[in-house]
């Protein structure tokens, strides 16, 4: 009761809507896909500048979207596809593990972020050549680490 009385008074006050993102807090669900599109491209970005697997596991813990965490696949996948060096693969690699390992990313989001990578491969491959050889080797990478599972890995499409 005491909960509804405030959230009444909150509400019915000027700019009510800000009082309650300060007092209930704007995160998760509130935010618009675009905009957590943006934050995990910032995160992925930022980690591969600063290699600090912490803050990039904290920062997508602070976006609370656990629902959303295939996108972060998806975008980490992507990032491999596209980088021509080998410190990117072994990095989103290292990443992937470590997020994996803590249970940050379940066994649902990551088999969906890779789902979605295998369906828009012939799509990204019209842009970056070979792109299917580096996406079998990092599923292969990703499998040996324990990242992925066998069926999942299987399911990796070949040129």
Not at 40 to 52: A, P, R, V
Not at 53 to 64: D, H, N, S
Not at 117 to 125: G, L, S, W
Request: net charge negative; glycine share 6%; aromatic share 6%.
């Amino acid at each position: 009761r005491a909960a509804l009385d405030r959230a009444t008074v909150l509400l019915s006050m000027t700019k009510g809507g800000k009082r309650i993102d300060n007092v209930w807090g704007s995160g998760g669900g509130q935010q618009s896909v675009k905009h957590l599109v943006k934050e995990i491209d910032m995160l992925l970005k930022e980690y591969l500048l600063s290699g600090d697997i912490l803050e990039a596991e904290r920062c997508l813990q602070e976006l609370e979207v656990p629902h959303f965490h295939h996108e972060l696949v998806y975008e980490a996948v992507v990032i491999v596809l596209e980088s021509t060096g080998e410190k990117t693969f072994k990095m989103i690699l290292d990443l992937l593990k470590s997020l994996w390992t803590s249970s940050v990313i379940t066994m649902d989001q990551m088999k969906r972020g890779y789902e979605r990578v295998y369906h828009e491969i012939p799509d990204i491959n019209l842009d970056v050549p070979h792109s299917y050889s580096v996406l079998e080797r990092f599923v292969e990478e990703c499998f040996q680490a324990g990242i992925i599972s066998k069926p999942l890995r299987d399911l990796c499409p070949s040129r």
